[in-house]
Nanobody
Framework: QVQLVESGGGLVQPGGSLRLSCAVS????????MAWFRQSPGKEREFVGA????????SYQGSVEGRFTISKDNAKRMVYLQMNSLKREDTAVYYC???????????WGQGTQVTVSS
C-alpha cells in the first residue's frame, strides 16, 4: 500500500511563495511519474505539473509555467512544488499523485490547502 502525504500549504499574500512537499511511503514497486493537481471550490480537479522519476523531465499547465517548479529527491522519495508569484486564482487544495507505470495516477494524497489572499 502506497501513502502520499502532502505538507507545506498555508495562507500567503499575492506575489508570495510557498513550497509544498509530498512524501511517498509504503510499498512501491515502481514510480514512473509524480504529479501535482489542484482543486478549487466548485471546479474540477486540474493538472498542475508532473515530473518523470527516472530523468526528472517536467511538464506544467500553462497558467503556472514559469512560476511553479517541480523537483524531487529520489533517495528520500520526496516531491516538491515550489510556487512563486502566487495569484489569488492559485487558491486551491493541492494534491500529489503517483503514476507507477505511465498509465495513469493510481495513488493520491489527502491534499493540502493553499490560500492566496491579502
Amino acid at each position: 500500500q502506497v501513502q502520499l502525504v502532502e505538507s507545506g500549504g498555508g495562507l500567503v499574500q499575492p506575489g508570495g511563495s510557498l513550497r509544498l512537499s509530498c512524501a511517498v511511503s509504503g510499498r512501491t514497486f515502481s514510480i514512473y511519474r509524480m504529479a501535482w493537481f489542484r482543486q478549487s471550490p466548485g471546479k474540477e480537479r486540474e493538472f498542475v505539473g508532473a515530473i518523470r522519476w527516472n530523468d526528472g523531465r517536467t511538464s506544467y499547465q500553462g497558467s503556472v509555467e514559469g512560476r511553479f517548479t517541480i523537483s524531487k529527491d529520489n533517495a528520500k522519495r520526496m516531491v516538491y512544488l515550489q510556487m512563486n508569484s502566487l495569484k489569488r486564482e492559485d487558491t486551491a487544495v493541492y494534491y500529489c499523485a503517483l503514476d507507477p507505470r505511465g498509465q495513469g495516477y493510481d495513488d493520491w494524497g489527502q491534499g493540502t490547502q493553499v490560500t492566496v489572499s491579502s
